[in-house]
């Protein structure tokens, strides 16, 4: 069996390439169901976590274009997110 990361801890390129395989997995249409739920699942968490990195991301950007070259930088709320 092999041992899979917390979501939380997966960087934007690990999760997105462990969504990659499961999707892959999933098309070939031979897991059973219970492999198949749970690999649905852990897409979806995958998923999410994907987004949100980017919407961060995004952010990070606005405020750095938003200061027209100014070297300060602005905090931003990550836990202030659409769930």
């Given at each position: 069996m092999t041992?899979r990361?917390?979501v939380?801890t997966?960087?934007f390129?690990?999760?997105?390439?462990?969504l990659?395989?499961?999707v892959?997995?999933m098309?070939?249409?031979?897991?059973?169901l219970e492999?198949?739920?749970?690999?649905?699942?852990?897409?979806?968490?995958?998923a999410r976590?994907?987004?949100?990195?980017?919407k961060?991301a995004?952010?990070?950007v606005q405020?750095?274009m938003?200061?027209n070259?100014?070297?300060?930088?602005?905090?931003?709320d990550?836990d202030?997110?659409d769930?």
């Open positions: 041992t990361k917390k939380e997966l960087s390129e690990q999760s997105m390439q462990e990659e395989t499961i892959s997995k098309e070939q249409g031979d897991l059973p492999d198949a739920l749970q690999n649905f699942e852990r897409g979806i968490q995958l976590l994907s987004q949100q990195k980017l961060d995004e952010q990070k405020i750095l938003s200061q070259g100014q070297a300060n930088l602005l905090d931003f990550t202030n997110t769930n």
